[in-house]
Every structure is written in structure tokens, then in C-alpha cells.
């Protein structure tokens, strides 16, 4: 009879267990925060795709039980063939995190518009490639969770990230009206807002600093360090990240945005109460 109970209650677990188990994509996986929420989300036993433009840094998903695939969200037959590819083995795609983004950091004035193009490339049309992609799968399925990974200043802003700042603010408004339109068909759609946090994306935006902070009439903006990329003092680890999109994974009514990281909170309650142009004092003090 023991034995009975205890071989019931394993099967129980193990059903349950798969019933949990989702089929997940994420974009930007070969470092920070995609790489550690693709290694915790399969800790949690999920099946987890991972995407990226760096394709040999990403084959480590295929050593820890994951996917890697080549997938540069420019290019729309990336995108088609890794959601193809999704669909053809698993039959379904239950969660989209759009992790992918750059940073073309530099004064706004000095950017040229084909590096203000890429920017936005890749932080807003990248993602709605990859949703235009997995929404109709996820129609037919009754359900879906859609995570898009904006920033604390998808809400804030501070000096030299002109580019970025406004790929974010436009991200999380394009986002606030996908949530009304997918709603209908049992999808949710999640904001994540990370603040400071380790990873490579700093040494990327620190290219741009190197190629337009020479003669640049914004000198005072720039810092003597910031062609050499982020020295990650203060900054917190990817995986405070990796857990919060796994809570808006588990949730059943997920929350439309999530904050965490360093100066996250600060950061977002300071911007939400103080007036633009105290705001526009604070930044300017802090930035130096």
C-alpha cells in the first residue's frame, strides 16, 4: 500500500511537473541577461530556444540541455526559420522573450543616422519581427506570454544614449498597445525594465563613444573611460533579471511591467515624482 502511495504521488509530481513545462524563445543569448535567464529557465525545466548573431559564443546552449540558434532579428529569415523550426519540433512556442538589444551610445547630435537606424533595427523592428512571427501560433493555441526586455530608461533618459533612450520609450509604448490588441486572445505581454546590470551590452555602446567622442563640441559629457566600457561596479548580476522573468512566466495574471537591478527603484520613483526640468538637475548632477 506504501509503495502504491509513493508511486502515485511520483506520477502526480511528474505530470504536474510537464504541465509546466513550456517551449520558450529567447533573443540574445550568448551573453547577460539572455544567457542567464536561458540557463535558469532550463534549471526549471522548461525548453528553452536561444537566439543570436554571435553564433559560435551560443553553442553553449546545446551542451546545457538548450537550443542555440543563428538568429540576427534584422533579418526576417532568421527570425521565420528559428519560429519554423520551434513549431516543426515542438509544435507550439508558449513564451517570446525578446531579449536582443543594442546601445549606440554618443550625443545625439553626433550619431549618424544610419547607426540611429540600426539602433532602432534592432530594439523595436527586431522585436516585431519576431512577434508578427509567433503571434499566430500563439493565437491558435488559445495563449501566450510575449516579455519584452525594455530598461529603466524606457521611462528615464540621461545624456549620450539619445538613441537608445528612445528605442525603449518607444518599445514600451508599442508595447502597451500590443498587451490591448493580443488580450482577446488569452496573451499577455510583459515589460521588463532591468537597471544597472553586468552585461556586455556596455562594451558595445563603448565602440560608439570611441568612433564620435573625438572633436565632439559634447566633450563635456563624455567621460576619459567611456570608449573603454563599463567597469560594472555597482552593477548587479543577470540572474536578478533571469528571476523575475521566470515569476512573470509562473504567474498566472502577470503584472504589465517588472522592475529590477541596480538603481531600478530609485531611479523609476524618482522619475515618476519629481518635475521634468528637478528631474533634468538630478541627471545632470549624477552624470557629471
Known sequence: MYRKIILIVLLFGAVFANSNQKVILITGTAHGIGKSTAQYLLDKGHIVYGGDILV???LY?????????????TKQDHVDSAINQIIAEQGRIDVLVNNAGIAVG??????????????????????GRTVKAALP?????????IINISSVLGKAY?????WY?????????????????????????????????KTNIGNYSARYFEKYSKNSVYADFYSPDDSEGNSFDNYSDPIVIAKVINKAIDAKNPKTRYSAGAYSWI???MRSILPDKWFDKLILKVTG
Open 56 to 58: 559560435a559564443e551560443n
Open 61 to 73: 546552449l546545446n551542451e546545457i540541455g538548450g537550443v542555440a540558434l543563428e538568429m540576427d532579428v
Open 106 to 127: 554618443s550625443a545625439i547630435e553626433d550619431v549618424l543616422m544610419e547607426d540611429a537606424l540600426y539602433q532602432f533595427e534592432v530594439n523595436l523592428f527586431g522585436i
Open 137 to 145: 501560433y500563439m493565437r491558435a493555441q488559445g495563449g501566450g506570454t
Open 158 to 162: 540621461n545624456p549620450l544614449y539619445g
Open 165 to 197: 533612450v528612445s528605442s525603449k520609450h518607444a518599445l514600451e509604448g508599442w508595447s502597451d498597445v500590443l498587451r490591448l490588441e493580443v488580450k482577446q486572445f488569452g496573451i499577455d505581454v510583459v515589460i521588463i525594465e532591468p537597471g544597472l546590470i
Open 267 to 269: 531611479l523609476l520613483t
